[in-house]
Nanobody, 115 residues
Framework: QVQLVESGGGLVQPGGSLRLSCAASGIIFRRYVMGWYRQAPGKQRELIAAIASGDSTTYADSVKGRFTISRDNAKDTLSLEMNSLKPEDTAVYYC?????????WGKGTQVTVSS
């Protein structure tokens, strides 16, 4: 059974930082392209960062230079370091694992940026 479990969300002030984690099980983690998506109220879910099995990364323009995605294939864990957070970063953040046409989702973790 595949499980992706996100953690690390919470309430943070503008300009603050958070680190999200995603623990994967039931998949051969190192083979998957891993990604972080987010969905704000009333908006579509969007890809904000992805990391391939070879560690190449891609970022949405809205988070480039502020967020860093990383993976630990020994621990089957995906991370997202988020700095200089803005109110518009408020959303539910989801972990995604993709291999070809197969994809899995976590249940998400809420990030709220507010003073």
């Amino acid at each position: 059974q595949v499980q992706l479990v996100e953690s690390g969300g919470g309430l943070v002030q503008p300009g603050g930082s958070l680190r999200l984690s995603c623990a994967a099980s039931g998949i051969i983690f190192r083979r998957y392209v891993m990604g972080w998506y987010r969905q704000a109220p009333g908006k579509q879910r969007e890809l904000i960062a992805a990391i391939a099995s070879g560690d190449s990364t891609t970022y949405a323009d809205s988070v480039k230079g502020r967020f860093t995605i990383s993976r630990d294939n020994a621990k089957d864990t995906l991370s997202l370091e988020m700095n200089s957070l803005k109110p518009e970063d408020t959303a539910v953040y989801y972990c995604n694992a993709k291999l070809g046409f197969v994809g899995y989702w976590g249940k998400g973790t809420q990030v709220t940026v507010s003073s």
